[in-house]
């Protein structure tokens, strides 16, 4: 099924931007986890639907960070931790800031998440296609 297909189909099942990058990320990995997808929820909407920063651009760093974060007490980052996180960043950043004047919902949605089917599906590719390229590239994806 096409990327922007599996978007809408789960944003017609109720799931919000950063909840919907949490499904892509664990269909793409072949596995399950609610309690992610739910924890995901707190993202949506600009951090809990105070139209802050852009839900897609938190869940794209805990996309990456799924893959190089530290996950145990005497474990570490990856390595390339740090710089991948920024190079997202800094590629979404560039993306938002040029289409939609910043990074926050406020911006994207002018205020009114009525809007957000109208450019929220495409932020939500646009993020997806990015971690996705930037795991490929520093061979991160396991």
Do not use: W
């Amino acid at each position: 099924m096409e990327l922007m297909e599996r978007i809408m189909e789960h944003a017609q099942s109720g799931y919000f931007c950063s909840q919907i990058l949490m499904k892509l990320l664990l269909e793409t990995v072949g596995e399950e986890n609610p309690a992610l997808v739910g924890a995901a929820g707190g993202l949506c909407g600009g951090v809990g639907f105070t139209s802050n920063t852009c839900g897609c651009m938190t869940a794209g760093a805990c996309m990456i960070s799924y893959f190089t974060g530290k996950r145990e007490p005497d474990g570490a980052d990856h390595p390339l931790h740090r710089e991948v996180l920024a190079e997202f960043v800094r590629r979404f950043t560039a993306f938002l800031t040029e289409q939609y004047g910043g990074t926050e919902c406020m911006c994207v949605l002018h205020g009114d998440f009525s809007q957000r089917g109208k450019h929220c599906p495409q932020i939500m590719a646009f993020t997806y296609e990015t971690v996705m390229e930037l795991l490929e590239e520093k061979d991160l994806l396991e």
